[in-house]
């Protein structure tokens, strides 16, 4: 059995930084927070709890005095001085490109522009972005299309994108957009690591000869999810394997039986460590002659 891998799959580049920088400031310190699960990855997320992560629901379980990392997804303003306040050490791992977005969000509002942010309202990278907008009630999420032909007329509106969002998506909204103001700035903070991704497992499954795709990444991982999605849209015959662990390459023999040449892909949270893991676990079935 051969496999071939997808040409980007695993961490991207915003998420590897905050991990790596959990890791060095757990060498100094016994203990260091994170508000929210700083990945979508149980395993890694383990792994470093057990070397002292802590993860708090939301900034007031956070003890006084304490050190944080804020995570790529980053956190509003008011969260961030709130912890300051409390002379909480506080380490900003935003993700730069989501860094970008927020800093538009501020300074663009401050500019007099309405702020529509297209993406997931629930998303905590949204929250973040719409925590940085001067006055909230100028400041609205909208998630497709159909969301954005609901905006009332403001003189002056700025677009900007949750980075995991289409650029097809986004340009739909700002052909809408247009028919709402007299001005729109639109910027363009999608981010390439999701579309990397998704056009890296389409590209592995133009490949005919393919007989399944073993999908790496977090149930509750939506990037991953995504992946699946893509993989499907493209093909919908072929058979996806979404694992989290080894464990489940183990309970999964019987997927393997007669088939040749494997696919991988893993979503952006999913960490080398357990893709290198789960790949050399499939070479060993290959191996066996399954
Ligand atoms: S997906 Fe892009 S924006 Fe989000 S954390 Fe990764 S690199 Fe940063």
Known sequence: MKIIMAEHAGFCFGV?????????????????????????????????EAMGLRVADNEREIPDGSEILIRAHGEPLSVIKNLQARNIKVQDMTCPFVKKAQDMAENLSRGNYF?????????????????????????????????????AYHAKIALISQTTQREEKLSNVAG?????????????????????????????????????????????????????????????????????????????????KNKNLIGIAAGASTPAWLIDKIKSNIAEIGGMGN
């Open 16 to 48: 590897k930084r905050a991990v790596d920088a959990i890791e060095k400031a757990l060498k100094s310190s016994s203990e260091v927070w994170t508000i929210g699960l700083p990945i979508h990855n149980p395993q890694e997320v383990s792994r470093l």
């Open 115 to 151: 702020i529509i942010l297209l993406g997931d309202k629930k998303h905590p990278e949204i929250k973040g972005i719409l925590g940085h907008v001067v006055d909230e009630n100028n400041a609205e999420v909208v998630a497709d299309e159909n969301e954005a032909e609901n905006v």
């Open 176 to 256: 809408i957009l247009t028919q709402k103001c007299s001005e729109l700035h639109v910027c363009n903070t999608i981010c390439k690591a999701t579309a990397e991704r998704q056009d890296a497992v389409k590209e592995l499954v133009k490949n005919n000869k393919i007989d399944g795709v073993v999908l790496i990444g977090g149930k509750t991982s939506a990037n991953t999810g995504k992946l699946r999605d893509v993989i499907k849209s493209q093909n919908n015959k072929i058979e996806v394997l979404w694992v989290e662990d080894e464990n489940e390459i183990e309970s999964n023999l019987d997927w393997f």
